[in-house]
């Protein structure tokens, strides 16, 4: 299904917004970040995929690759751990902590009892389980009942507590805000609700450094990365992009990388094109509604990580007028997408990519099946177009499920694909 935003615009970012997100926090969050070994110590690849571009009749296409971001296996490591410090610094507010102090844990004695707690489809709860054994913390997860034991065991070997419930996604999320109200424990969530937007503006600023990377791969000499002054739009400096992909999820995602390009080049932003399964369409719901709203559907999908059901308010603030294409996809078709990147289709690269990972793909491939849908999203022939592969293999064994292939083949066929591309 696809859905035309009436309400998207083009205009300066404005002020309200930046007080928010804005690059020079970005840009702190990813030097501070820059130092933590459990992230690639540079930026993630970035890969051509000329043959699906020419399959699918547009001009260029990139793939941003989050599944190398880190041995935690997704985006989310950028999240988490910044919310964590940045909530710590301001919890012991003049004690004069630094950051990659933090990360490296020199102040894990004074940290024992502090507790963080977050609810979870897998990948933010490991994220946030790594940052808490890294600064010393205790941290407690909650999971839902869809969430396998292959995603539950990687948390609880990073030292999380695990508490489970028999409900949804979005009642796990009610369920750590109880428990955090009634033990005095602080919540760490990638969404907002009432009276709750400090973190998950701190996890969405970790996520807009995927967009400084990713125009950074493509205009090295224009925008230095870790410049400590954000570079603002002019008439001759055009966005590389023009068509920007993201996955839904609650919106915390999407959110953190429009915000970036709307800084960047405000009226000359990109067009926004987000993606959601289509039984946890709670991002489309909110564009009909106009204001944030529930999905539809019975939330559960073969997309973990985007089988949600409540809109986060903050992170729709930045989506509302920004986001020209709301539209979902089948299960099936993010299944299809994972194979056509795992087994290198139309000589590609090989990409190991998860089963929301694929998302960005799956709606691409959709909407080129379709002329008039294609149409109306402005694809052609000379559009630019960035996705992003926002997970790896995170659960191995629906990975295998689903491809046919372990991810190891499909990273040895990556390598080997290397090779005989190098000159």
Not at 199 to 225: N, T
Not at 236 to 244: L, Q, R, S
Not at 363 to 391: F, K, M, Y
Not at 400 to 409: C, I, K, N, S
Request: charged share 20%; proline share 6%.
């Amino acid at each position: 299904m696809l859905f035309l935003n009436p309400k998207a615009a083009r205009r300066p970012y404005e002020d309200s917004l930046r007080q928010i997100l804005n690059i020079g926090q970005g840009r702190e969050s990813r030097r501070w970040l820059s130092g933590w070994p459990l992230l690639l110590p540079g930026p993630t690849p970035q890969r051509a995929l000329p043959g699906i571009a020419g399959q699918l009749g547009i001009g260029q296409l990139w793939l941003k690759d989050e599944s190398l971001r880190s041995p935690l296996g997704s985006f989310k490591a950028l999240g988490a751990p910044i919310a964590l410090v940045r909530l710590i610094l301001r919890h012991w507010h003049g004690h004069g902590w630094q950051a990659p102090e933090l990360l490296a844990g020199r102040h894990a004695a004074a940290l024992k009892d502090f507790t963080v707690i977050s609810a979870t489809d897998g990948n933010h709860g490991r994220a946030l389980a790594a940052a808490a054994r890294s600064v010393g913390c205790r941290c407690v997860i909650v999971l839902h009942a869809q969430v396998s034991a292959e995603r539950e065991d990687p948390i609880a070997a990073l030292g999380a507590e695990i508490v489970r419930i028999a409900g949804n996604y979005d009642e796990s999320v009610h369920e750590a805000a109880r428990l955090a109200a009634v033990n005095g424990w602080q919540v760490v969530s990638d969404t907002s609700y009432e009276g709750y937007e400090e973190v998950p503006r701190d996890v969405m600023q970790g996520y807009a450094i995927i967009a400084d990377e990713a125009l950074e791969a493509l205009e090295p000499a224009v925008e230095p990365a870790l410049a400590a002054t954000p570079a603002t739009a002019t008439p001759d400096d055009a966005c590389p992009f023009t068509h920007v992909i993201l996955q839904g999820g609650v919106g915390g995602f999407a959110a953190g990388v429009v915000s970036h390009f709307l800084e960047r080049f405000g009226a000359a932003r990109p067009s926004f094109i987000v993606v959601e399964p289509e039984q946890a369409d709670c991002l489309l719901q909110s564009a009909r509604a106009g204001h944030a709203a529930r999905a539809t559907g019975s939330v559960d999908s073969v997309m973990a990580g985007l089988a949600c059901g409540e809109t986060s308010p903050l992170a729709w603030r930045f989506l509302h007028d920004s986001v020209d294409v709301f539209m979902t996809v089948s299960d099936e078709a993010a299944v299809q997408a994972m194979r056509a990147l795992a087994e290198g289709s139309a000589g590609d690269m090989p990409v190991v990519s998860g089963e929301s990972g694929a998302a960005g793909l799956a709606a691409l491939q959709a909407l080129a099946r379709d002329p008039a849908l294609a149409r109306q999203a402005g694809l052609d022939a000379g559009s630019r177009v960035l996705i992003v592969n926002t997970e790896g293999a995170t659960a191995p064994g629906v990975y295998l499920a689903l491809t046919g292939r372990t991810a190891q083949a499909v990273q040895a066929a990556q390598a080997a694909w290397q090779r005989d591309a190098a000159p």
